[in-house]
């Protein structure tokens, strides 16, 4: 390992981009914050900006203006977030670009880092779920590596580490089980959108929020492990695991199943994304198994969460259709936010948008982006309709 790692972090204002720094912070003579993005909180990034001296950052147009009279100009280049963000993943100087950005607008950099070598940590899933096929070709093409933050894909990254995948029979993908684990789906629509945040386990975003409460996340995290660990989909399976404690298993030809198993932190996955293939003191604790009273375990209700088994019927089908599900859950989701749908609508609007595709093998990016574009038209005109 080099003795200062220079990193990108994309998405610096959010929950992840505010633990990567936390972490960075612990280690200021180990890194070295290279860039930083945002889209809207202005705020937050110039104090990131005070602070770490980035020699650039992007940001949505709106903000500009405002950074470039208010920070050392010649010390910080101010780029715009949406046209200008893959200058900053191309920078030579960047070793690891961390993806904290939400959505599918992470594609183009994810790949254009991949493209020039870099080392990608993503927290973000959405990327690889519409294009994984074209993720994993083009980092195998340049020989980049991805090291994932998701916390189910860093456990089964860390424990698959350095075995064959013919040796693997099947992974284990956890799930918490989110807010509505142990309420009945009549009074789905009963709770509010509030309620529907308080997720028991995890503090994100609002978006990733609402679909660990549908099990749509742990829908896009199979297909995610599908691309990022080259299984089949009979390979993957969900579990339960209200207590959030195993992060995910994976088990073996011989019967071995190895599990990892960590306090619900995001910076035990990003420190190890960061410090790879190190692990170093991360001033969290670890598990104290004597105050642990249970350990549970159970199998996904999918008559009671069916975006679970659309996004496994997805999964199987491949070609464009994952790309079709994210974007129509992108909007749904949205619309429920803004309470034009009720909870149970998300799943309906989905479905009818991914039963209506017509799908493309072997996509390449302009037909995802084609896709992606079809998607969002069909489910606004589902919502408004």
């Not at 980035?54 to 709106?62: E, I, K, L």
């Not at 101010?78 to 920078?91: A, G, Y």
């Not at 028991?200 to 679909?211: A, F, Q």
């Not at 619900?264 to 969290?284: F, H, K, N, V």
Request: aromatic letters at 8%.
């Amino acid at each position: 390992m080099k003795a200062v790692k220079n990193v990108v972090i994309l998405g610096s204002t959010g929950s992840i981009g505010i633990n990567t720094l936390k972490i960075i912070d612990r280690f200021p003579n180990r890194f070295k914050v290279v860039a930083l993005t945002a889209y809207h909180n202005i705020q937050l990034l110039k104090e990131q900006i005070d602070k770490y001296a980035p020699s650039h950052v992007a940001v949505g147009s709106s903000g500009i203006d405002y950074l470039r009279n208010r920070i050392n100009g010649q010390r910080t280049r101010v780029l715009d977030v949406t046209t200008e963000i893959t200058q900053i993943v191309t920078l030579p100087s960047v070793d690891i670009v961390i993806i904290g950005m939400r959505g599918s607008v992470a594609l183009e950099p994810f790949l254009v880092a991949l493209q020039n070598g870099k080392t990608v940590a993503p927290a973000n899933k959405e990327a690889i779920v519409v294009a994984g096929d074209l993720i994993i070709r083009e980092a195998k093409k340049y020989n980049a590596k991805i090291i994932p933050i998701d916390s189910e894909q860093s456990a089964i990254f860390q424990c698959i580490e350095g075995r064959p995948r013919s040796e693997l029979q099947k992974v284990y993908l956890t799930a918490s089980g989110g807010v509505l684990q142990d309420v009945p789906r009549a009074a789905f629509d009963r709770l509010s959108v509030k309620r529907i945040l308080q997720h028991p386990r995890w503090k994100m975003g609002k978006k990733i929020t609402v679909d660990s409460a549908s099990l749509m996340n742990k829908g896009f995290e199979i297909i995610e492990a599908k691309w990022l660990f080259e299984l089949n989909i009979d390979d993957i399976e969900v579990v339960i695991h209200p207590e959030a404690i195993i992060h995910s298993m994976v088990g073996f030809k011989d019967g071995t199943i190895l599990a990892q198993l960590g306090v619900t932190d995001m910076r035990l996955p990003i420190q190890y994304a960061l410090t790879y293939p190190q692990r170093w003191e991360s001033g969290l604790p670890q598990v104290n198994f004597f105050d642990l009273k249970q350990l549970t375990f159970r199998r996904p209700n999918l008559k009671k969460f069916p975006s679970l088994a659309l996004a496994i019927y997805t999964a199987r089908k491949g070609g464009t259709l994952p790309c079709v599900l994210n974007a129509a859950d992108e909007e749904a989701v949205e619309a429920f936010l803004n309470k034009r749908i009720s909870f149970s609508g998300i799943y309906k609007v989905v479905e009818k948008v991914v039963l209506k595709h017509k799908i493309k093998e072997n996509p390449m990016l302009k037909d995802i982006q084609a896709t992606d574009q079809w998607a969002r038209e069909e489910t606004k005109r589902l919502v408004f309709n």
